[in-house]
């Protein structure tokens, strides 16, 4: 009996040691495929920016937007690209050095202000558009996106627009250095019946010659768009409208009817109602346009000179990989 004690003891303890060897292996493999499952590959960039990446897929979405803008305007050739690609990556530099400059000063903007901003964009929209831009509208995205915009505004605030400043003396004297960009072109007021038939037109002018009311009869006949108010141009600057009715309407005494004539739009009539001779403005009369003029003028090349000050402190590293 003690013999047949001790080999169950011995089996025993033989199965237990091997119980703990086959978890032991288990285990290593466990181990083993843990450490042999890669890591996905990083985001490809484009550069870094202080140690802070621009990734290519930043880049791509970047360099489409303007790629679509400019294909609306004229046909994009290489040369053309290659400049459009240097933009593209020159404009995520310098939103990547506002933003950071942004954190340094602790610029931010509150979730409520954020969300009033994007309700009152949406306020500029009709109904259908909000509805056709819905999953645009709730893309985290493009919250964020915007979140970027309202900060760099509040910085530029800040950091630009805070500093500039104009006085009467600095506007007067722009305006005396400036005497030329505020000139009034000449220009006159007049009325217009125009018709895509000659013969109609020449039997509209009889009816004005008759003694008819000009505004009546171009409600009446006129097809163009100022028809609906008696075919009231306003007052036309010279240089704006065709040539053959500038030559028109500047040689013509005020109140005298034209004669038809012809443009690309149709066949034209004519009535002078006012005529201003135009020539140099005075400061008082052009002072809030100096101001803004000089404003606008400084503020451009402060904000430039706050750029390339941003640009001289950063460490900006092009991936030699991309080309």
């Known amino acids: 009996m003690k013999g047949r004690a001790a080999l169950f003891k011995k089996a025993a303890i033989d199965g237990f040691d091997c119980l703990k060897m086959f978890k032991v292996i288990i285990l290593s493999l466990l181990l083993l495929g843990a450490c042999g499952k890669q ?16 990734f290519l897929a930043e880049f791509e979405e970047k360099l489409k937007s303007y790629m679509d803008l400019l294909k609306t305007l004229a046909p994009v050739g290489e040369g053309e690209f290659k400049r459009i690609r240097e933009a593209a990556l020159d404009s995520l530099i310098v939103e990547k050095l506002i933003l950071q400059r942004a954190q340094e000063v602790m ?31 709730k893309d985290p995205r493009w919250r964020e996106s915007q979140r970027k915009r309202l ?11 805070a500093k500039v400043s104009v006085t009467n003396g600095e506007a007067q004297e722009y305006y005396n250095k400036n005497r030329s960009a505020y000139v009034k072109t000449r220009s006159v007021r007049a009325v217009q019946i125009v018709l895509r038939d000659r013969e109609k037109a020449g039997k509209a002018r009889k009816r004005l010659v008759a003694g008819e009311d000009f505004g009546q009869v171009a409600r009446e006949l006129s097809i163009g768009p ?83 000050g941003l640009k001289a402190k950063a460490v900006v590293v092009i991936n030699k990989n991309f080309h």
Request: cysteine-free.
């Open 107 to 137: 610029v931010t903007v509150r979730e409520e202000d954020l969300d009033r901003s994007l309700e009152e964009m949406k306020e500029g929209r009709s109904g259908e558009e909000v509805e056709k831009n819905l999953p645009e509208l």
């Open 151 to 161: 900060i760099i505004e509040a910085l530029l605030d800040r950091e630009v627009s």
């Open 39 to 54: 890591e996905p590959p990083p985001a490809p960039y484009v550069a870094t920016v202080n140690g802070q990446k621009i």
């Open 226 to 308: 100022e028809a609906s108010r008696g075919g009231d141009l306003g007052f036309l600057p010279e240089g704006i409208m065709p040539e053959s009715f500038d030559k028109m309407a500047f040689s013509l005494p005020p109140g005298r009817i034209s004669p038809v004539f012809k443009t690309l739009y149709g066949y034209h009539i004519i009535k002078v109602l006012a005529r201003d001779e135009g020539g140099e403005v005075s400061f008082p009369q052009v002072k809030n346009r100096v101001i803004a003029d000089l404003k606008r003028e400084r503020h451009e090349s402060l904000h430039r000179a706050w750029i390339e």
